[in-house]
Nanobody, 116 residues
Framework: EVQLVESGGGLAPPGGSLRLSCVGS????????MTWVRQAPGQGLEWVSN????????DYANSVKGRFTISRDNAQNTLYLQLNSLKTVDTAMYYC?????????RGQGTQVTVSS
């Protein structure tokens, strides 16, 4: 059974930083593209970033490019998302997703709230 557990969300001021983590189990983590998506209140799922299985190729939504950094540690089955220069529009529930489809298997999410 695929399990994904996100953590690291919280309250941050505009301009602040957070680091999200996602631990995967029940599948071969090192062989999968992994994706971060987010969902703001009343909105649909938004693709944020993904990373190839080896960690050598990454891609970002224009809205987060230059501010967020995706990475992974395959030895620890862990996916990360470093969030810097946070903006109020970044407020959302953040999910890690197995694979490339934003509707793929995901965890319960971790809430990021950006507010002064």
């Amino acid at each position: 059974e695929v399990q994904l557990v996100e953590s690291g969300g919280g309250l941050a001021p505009p301009g602040g930083s957070l680091r999200l983590s996602c631990v995967g189990s029940g599948f071969s983590f090192r062989d999968e593209v992994m994706t971060w998506v987010r969902q703001a209140p009343g909105q649909g799922l938004e693709w944020v970033s993904n990373i190839r299985s080896g960690g050598d190729v990454t891609d970002y939504a224009n809205s987060v490019k230059g501010r967020f950094t995706i990475s992974r540690d395959n030895a620890q089955n862990t996916l990360y998302l470093q969030l810097n220069s946070l903006k109020t529009v970044d407020t959302a529930m953040y999910y890690c997703v197995k694979g490339t489809a934003i509707t793929g298997p995901r965890g319960q999410g971790t809430q990021v709230t950006v507010s002064s």
